[in-house]
């Protein structure tokens, strides 16, 4: 028991060892590389260097207009023939059929006939594990 806990505490403090020497700079030097890069105007300064992202915005007569634009094009579409006209135009599942409590039964007494039949041929071996 002894050999396992010095054994991980071996490995633990060899990690931790490990991780302090994978550090190739100091927290001085790079912060000195950091500031000769932005003296240099290789890196902006601050965060008002930083452009904030514009956004496009429309007036309602350039949103009307594009609007426009899109109906009529969708109408030369639909008029062309490249796009089915109307809601009742997308292709719609049909209904799953359900069988009526007559084709059921009639489908059931098919089954056990055939498994029935199956049985008596020996393809089926008679009774559970057998």
Same mark, same amino acid.
Not at 34 to 43: E, L, M, Q
Not at 80 to 94: L, R, Y
């Given at each position: 028991?002894?050999?396992?806990? @010095?054994? #991980?505490?071996?490995? @633990?403090?060899? +990690?931790?060892? @490990?991780?302090?020497?994978?550090?190739?700079?100091?927290?001085?030097?790079?912060? *000195? &590389?950091?500031?000769?890069? %932005?003296? +240099?105007?290789?890196?902006?300064?601050?965060? !008002?260097?930083?452009?904030?992202?514009?956004?496009?915005?429309? #007036?309602? &007569?350039?949103? *009307?207009?594009?609007?426009?634009?899109?109906? $009529? &094009?969708?109408?030369? !579409?639909?008029?062309? $023939?490249? %796009?089915?006209?109307?809601?009742?135009?997308? *292709?719609? !599942?049909?209904?799953?059929?359900?069988? #009526?409590?007559? &084709?059921?039964?009639?489908?059931?007494?098919?089954?056990? =006939?055939?498994? =029935?039949?199956? %049985?008596?041929?020996?393809?089926?071996?008679? $009774?559970? $594990?057998?």
């Amino acid at each position: 028991m002894k050999k396992v806990a @010095l054994a #991980t505490a071996l490995v @633990l403090s060899s +990690a931790f060892a @490990l991780s302090a020497y994978a550090q190739e700079k100091s927290r001085p030097e790079v912060k *000195a &590389e950091t500031a000769s890069a %932005v003296k +240099a105007g290789a890196i902006p300064k601050g965060e !008002a260097a930083t452009p904030a992202p514009t956004t496009a915005k429309m #007036t309602p &007569e350039e949103a *009307a207009a594009a609007r426009a634009k899109r109906k $009529g &094009e969708t109408a030369t !579409a639909v008029k062309a $023939g490249d %796009v089915p006209k109307g809601e009742g135009a997308t *292709a719609k !599942a049909e209904p799953s059929k359900k069988m #009526t409590k007559e &084709e059921a039964a009639a489908a059931r007494a098919k089954r056990k =006939a055939e498994t =029935a039949a199956a %049985v008596k041929a020996g393809a089926i071996p008679k $009774g559970e $594990g057998k």
